[in-house]
Every structure is written in structure tokens, then in C-alpha cells.
């Protein structure tokens, strides 16, 4: 398997290096062929940073059929291959999604309305109590060093835990589950290309 890992120096154009990875081992999903079958709900290789927060939800048994998911960021790593999923049909799919980025208007209004809040914006505790409704399961994919050395999620941990249901630490939450989708999707990448399933 393959990872680029980004972001790239200015002078190296990102797209034609991901472009030339084996869309076949490119183990992250960036390729277009995987962005596009993903689109698609058809067999590839997912990002692993979307594909193990799923795994969360799956392993503590949290459907989110019908439940509106509001995803904070649009970037094609996270945001973009978060919402796919949750478009998609499944006990970990067919949620209502929408996507807020930085042009958006009025994010805690949207998040207030939110059973399931994904955040990926990289801003340190961007996410605030007012902004979660009771019960709401909050998902910080957020890694930010912040000015006093530590890492810092893009969710108050502290504040917004006292209203979820369910919250991801940071560290420790999102980011162990990337490197073990990582792993999975090597695995995954060599049994398809010497013609086996898992
Ligand atoms: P990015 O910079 O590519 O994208 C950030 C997104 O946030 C953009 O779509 C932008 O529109 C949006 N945004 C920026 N400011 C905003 C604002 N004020 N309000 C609403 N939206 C705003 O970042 P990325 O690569 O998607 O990463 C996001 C965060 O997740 C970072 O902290 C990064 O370190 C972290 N990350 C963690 C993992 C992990 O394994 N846990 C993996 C990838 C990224």
C-alpha cells in the first residue's frame, strides 16, 4: 500500500502525485478512481480516517439510519468521504447529512439540530456546549497543537460532554482508529489483488 502524506511542499503538484499511486494499493482511498467508486456505494478502498469513525459507530452499536448528521469541514479527506458514507445505505448509512464549511452561516444553529455532530475543521474547541443538543453523539476528528504544547480536539471535550450521549477524546479517539483502518485497508488491498475476500 501507498500514502501520501499531505500536505505536500507548494513546489509538488498534490493532485498528479496522487494520481500516480496504484489506485489499487492507494490504501488512504485519495485516488479519483476510489473517490469516484465510493461515490458510487460500490467496492473500494474508503479514507481511513471516514472509515474508522464508522467503525466507531458500528462497534458501539449506534445506527444512523434517519438521524441527521451535521459534518464540520469539507475537505476531500475528511468531510467530503464522511458525508458519502453516511449517505450510504446501511445500519451506519441512511442518515440525513449536511455539510458546514467556512462560508457557511450561522454553524451552532446547524449543530444544535445535529444527532450526530462530526467535527473536522481543525480549529482547538471550535465546538461549544450551546452548540450540541442533549443527547447528541459528538465525534472530534480534530488534532490541533495548541499554544500550550497539548493536543487539542476541535470539540470543548470538557463542555460538550456534559450534554452528549456519546464523545470522542482527543487524543486517543479518531486518531488510533485511522491507523487501524490504514492497516485494515493494506490488508484489504493485497487479499482483492491476489483475488481473495476478507
Ligand atoms: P482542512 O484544512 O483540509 O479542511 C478544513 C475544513 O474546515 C475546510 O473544509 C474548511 O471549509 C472548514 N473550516 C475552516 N474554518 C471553518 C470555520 N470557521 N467554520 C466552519 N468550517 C470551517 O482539514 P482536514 O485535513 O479535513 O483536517 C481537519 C482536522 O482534522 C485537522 O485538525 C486535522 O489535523 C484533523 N485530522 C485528524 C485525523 C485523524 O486521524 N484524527 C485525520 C485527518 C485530519
Redesign the pocket.
Known sequence: GFIVQLPLPKHIDEQAVIHAVDYRKDVDGFHPINVGLLSLGEPCLVP??PK?VIELLKHYNISTEGKHVVV????????KPIAQLFLQKGAQGNATVTI?????KD?ASICRQADIVVA????PL?VKKEMVKEGAIVID????RGADGKLHG?VNFAEAGEKAGYITPVPG???P??RAMLMLNTVEAAARQSGKTL
Open positions: 481511513a480516517t474508522g464540520l469541514g469539507r475537505s476531500n479527506i475528511v468531510g458546514c464549511h467556512s462560508r457557511t454553524i473536522a475543521i481543525g480549529i471550535f476528528v480534530g488534532i490541533n476541535d479517539g479518531v486518531g482508529m485511522t
